[in-house]
C-alpha cells in the first residue's frame, strides 16, 4: 500500500495557527507582569519610602534621598530593644519546636502501630484550628499557671502553636532516609537515639531547614500571641512594637514605617540566606544503600 499523501498546509491556516500563538504566549505575558507588579510595587514603596524626607502612600522617586528615617527609628527603645525581644522569642521557640519536631516525628517513621493515622490525623487538624479561637482559654490558662506576661511562656506557646504542622513537615521529610542505615548504626551498638541524632537528622539537612525556616518566620510576624501574652512594654517584640508608628487619628509616620520595616524583615532575609544551600540540597543517598 501506498504511503499516504500529505496535503499541503494552506498559509491561511498557519497564519492563523501562528496569530493564536501570539495571542496566547502575549496573554500568559500579560498576566505574569501583573502578577510580578503586585509583588514588585509593595516593596519599591518601602525601599523608596525609606529613603524620601516627604514620603507619603504614592510609589515615587524622593526629590532628596535622606536617611533621616533610620536615624529617627535606629534607638533602643524603638528598633534594638523589640528586635532583641523578637530574637529571643521566636529564635528559642523554633529551636524548641525542631528539637520537639525531630523527636515526635521519629516514632511516627519509623514504627507503625494502629493509632499511627489517627495520631497524623489529628495533627494535621490541629493545624487548621485559628489561632484567634483558642487565645481566650489559652490567656485564661496563662494567668492561673502565673505565665502571663512572661517571656518563657510566651516561647512555650509559640513552639506548642507551631509544633503540629512541623511535625507533620518532620515525619514527611523523615520518611525519605532509609532505615537501612539506621539498621546498620545499630548492629554497631547504637540505640535508636544515637541513630538519630548522627544518622537520620544530618542526612535530612534539607527538612530541618525547611522547618527551621518556616516556623521561624510564622513566628517572627505574629502580632496577636505576644499582644495578648506580653503585657510590659519593655518585653514587646517588633511585631507590636511597629504599631507604634500609626498615630492618633489615622496619621502615619510612612517614611519612619517604611525605614523600620526593612531593618525589621532584615534578620528573615539572613536567616533564608545562611542556610538556602541546605533549602536546595538533596538528601544524596543514592549510593548509600546497596541492595
Not at 531547614?209 to 513566628?219: D, K, L, N
Not at 500609626?246 to 510612612?254: E, S
Not at 514605617?257 to 545562611?274: E, H, K, M, Q
Request: hydrophobic letters at 55%; a neutral charge.
Amino acid at each position: 500500500m501506498s504511503d499516504a499523501v500529505k496535503l499541503p498546509v494552506p498559509d491561511a491556516v498557519r497564519r492563523t495557527a501562528a496569530a493564536r500563538r501570539t495571542t496566547r504566549r502575549l496573554a500568559a505575558d500579560v498576566s505574569l507582569l501583573a502578577v510580578a507588579a503586585a509583588f514588585v510595587l509593595p516593596l519599591a514603596w518601602v525601599l523608596l519610602s525609606a529613603v524620601d524626607a516627604d514620603a507619603d502612600l504614592r510609589v515615587k522617586v524622593p526629590k532628596e534621598f535622606t536617611f533621616a528615617n533610620f536615624d529617627a527609628v535606629l534607638v533602643d527603645d524603638v528598633t534594638f530593644t523589640p528586635l532583641l525581644n523578637s530574637l529571643i522569642l521566636c529564635g528559642g521557640a523554633t529551636l524548641l519546636t525542631v528539637a520537639c519536631a525531630a523527636l515526635a516525628a521519629y516514632p511516627l517513621s519509623r514504627y507503625r502501630s494502629r493509632t499511627g493515622r489517627a495520631f497524623l490525623a489529628t495533627v494535621l487538624f490541629a493545624t487548621c484550628l485559628p489561632i484567634t479561637a483558642i487565645m481566650v482559654p489559652v490567656y485564661a490558662l496563662f494567668v492561673q499557671v502565673e505565665l502571663i506576661d512572661t517571656m518563657h511562656g510566651t516561647i512555650l506557646f509559640f513552639a506548642a502553636s507551631q509544633l503540629p504542622f512541623a511535625v507533620w513537615l518532620m515525619k514527611n521529610f523523615m520518611d525519605g532516609v532509609p532505615k537501612e542505615l539506621e539498621e546498620a548504626a545499630w548492629t554497631d551498638g547504637a540505640s535508636p537515639f544515637q541513630s538519630l541524632l548522627r544518622v537520620v537528622l544530618p542526612l535530612m539537612g534539607p527538612g530541618i531547614a525547611v522547618v527551621t525556616v518556616y516556623s521561624f518566620v510564622m513566628m517572627w510576624g505574629n502580632f496577636f500571641v505576644p499582644f495578648m501574652l506580653l503585657l510590659s512594654p519593655e518585653q514587646m517584640p517588633a511585631s507590636v512594637s511597629i504599631n507604634d508608628f500609626f498615630g492618633n487619628r489615622g496619621t502615619v509616620v510612612y517614611g519612619q514605617l517604611a525605614a523600620f520595616s526593612i531593618i525589621y524583615s532584615t534578620p528573615v532575609l539572613l536567616l533564608y540566606i545562611l542556610i538556602a544551600r541546605r533549602l536546595g540540597a538533596g538528601f544524596a543517598l543514592g549510593g548509600a544503600v546497596k541492595g
